[in-house]
């Protein structure tokens, strides 16, 4: 267990419809990633953020969005779903998650595997 | 362009054949190079963190090393609980996102 929850474990949904990914960092972890994992693209990186701001961007859709809460949990929007999107979401948290800590280590979060039909 | 590329795709070996997977990255400022283990439908689980040449490390069955352009998982004497998908990633000198090769799946059978 790397102490990183995700929740729902799964969902499944129509095309055009819009969910919400929540997660929950392990404890005194200030860095939370997402990342979508599908059969033919691997694990790409979505977006991060730190200490409730956005630190970085990936390849993430105009459609999809992301938030970190003061609590540090974060959440990971995701609308007028295409079948494309169909995937595995994982969340993943670090300590800090920059060049000027040593804590750079990820870890995962259980994911959501998301069913668009 | 920062590329993450694993070898074999997929390995197959009997129980105590020993063996070695390969990561070899091209990225500009290597921060670390990370290995992980992932289970069908399960969230990627940390093994090592690898941040220079010459560097190695250990965990039961597993050895990872580091050279300037690639990196390599030993596997010792596997068994079938060793059985899974081992993802290697790196992270550029800025941190943040970690880039992921496609993995490799082992497969031990006894």
């Known amino acids: 267990d790397s102490g990183v929850t995700q929740t729902p474990k799964h969902l499944i949904t129509a095309t055009g419809q819009r969910v919400t990914l929540r997660c929950s960092p392990r404890?005194?972890?200030?860095?939370v990633y997402w990342y979508q994992q599908s059969l033919d693209q691997g694990l790409q990186f979505l977006i991060q953020?730190?200490?409730?701001?956005?630190?970085a961007k990936g390849n993430i859709l105009e459609r999809f969005s992301a938030q970190q809460f003061p609590d540090l949990h974060s959440e990971l929007n995701l609308s007028s779903l295409e079948l494309g999107d169909s995937a595995l979401y994982f969340c993943?948290?670090?300590?800090?998650?920059?060049?000027?800590?040593?804590?750079?280590?990820?870890?995962f979060g259980p994911g959501t595997r998301l069913t668009v039909l | 362009e920062d590329q993450v590329t694993q070898s074999p795709e997929a390995l197959r070996l009997q129980e105590g054949e020993s063996s070695s997977l390969n990561c070899s990255y091209t990225?500009?400022?290597?921060?670390?190079l990370f290995w992980y283990r992932q289970d069908p439908g399960k969230g990627p689980e940390f093994l090592f963190t690898?941040?220079?040449a010459g560097e190695e490390k250990e965990k039961e069955r597993l050895k990872a090393t580091l050279t300037k352009k690639e990196s390599f998982l030993h596997i010792t004497a596997p068994k079938p609980e060793d059985s899974a998908t081992y993802l290697c990633?790196?992270?550029?000198?800025?941190?943040?996102?970690?880039?992921f090769g496609q993995g490799t799946e082992l497969s031990v059978k006894p």
């Open positions: 993943a948290s670090s300590v800090v998650g920059d060049s000027y800590g040593s804590y750079n280590e990820q870890f």
């Open positions: 404890s005194g972890d200030l860095s």
């Open positions: 953020y730190y200490n409730g701001e956005e630190r």
């Open positions: 990225v500009s400022g290597l921060r670390g």
């Open positions: 690898l941040y220079s």
């Open positions: 990633a790196v992270q550029r000198n800025q941190g943040g996102k970690l880039i």
